[in-house]
């Protein structure tokens, strides 16, 4: 599928809100993405929340498509803006205790609060040693930076919010993107989470 490599496509909602479905999605529609888990460590974290990006250049130059960490991580999203002229910026929402349940329930799957970046992570996007055991926090801070998120592109025309929960997909998606809406069944991963 032909599709314009210059308009980059940053999927900036929050982990555990349908992100990796919408990564599929968008490798379905020919898009190259950067491999997140690459990128997954503190070094990077602290510089991108120091405003430094000079680390995520190469995937920048290299992929057109990106997600979760450190992508949505507070202040990248206005950088990229900035950056890319033509990029579109997708922010993935769900109902925000279902967020907190999925979060908890992947904890105990790969056991993320005993992963290097996790600490750093929960300073820099919650302010906290440890986000998870802080659900009113987490909940707070889901809150806040959605609609810090949707006030900043509140005049521009490059944002879409998806609630995959409640059934967006392909139409919304495709004409993001300029193309037709897919007959397909949009993808659906960790369907439990």
């Not at 507070?74 to 769900?94: C, H, M, S």
């Not at 707070?140 to 006030?151: F, G, H, Q, S, T």
């Not at 025309?157 to 037709?180: A, F, M, V, Y």
């Amino acid at each position: 599928m032909e599709t314009d490599k210059e308009n980059k496509v940053f999927v900036i909602g929050f982990n555990k809100t349908g992100t990796t479905s919408l990564k599929r999605a968008l490798v379905d529609l020919g898009r190259r993405f950067s491999p997140g888990m690459q990128l997954y460590n503190s070094r990077i974290f602290e510089e991108v929340n120091s405003k430094n990006f000079s680390s995520l250049e190469n995937a920048l130059n290299y992929y057109d498509a990106f997600e979760d960490r450190p992508w949505n991580h507070p202040g990248v999203y206005q950088y990229l803006d900035n950056r890319f002229e033509n990029a579109k910026f997708i922010l993935t929402i769900r109902d925000v205790d279902n967020w907190v349940n999925s979060y908890k329930k992947w904890d105990k799957t790969v056991k993320l609060s005993n992963q290097s970046h996790y600490n750093t992570a929960s300073k820099i996007c919650y302010g906290v040693n440890d986000f998870l055991s802080e659900e009113n926090i987490m909940r707070n801070v889901y809150k806040k930076r959605n609609n810090e998120v949707i006030r900043y592109f509140r005049n521009k025309n490059n944002l879409l919010i998806l609630d995959l929960e409640k059934g967006d997909g392909w139409n919304k998606l495709c004409p993001l993107l300029n193309l037709n809406v897919l007959k397909t069944k949009f993808p659906h991963a960790n369907k439990n989470s």
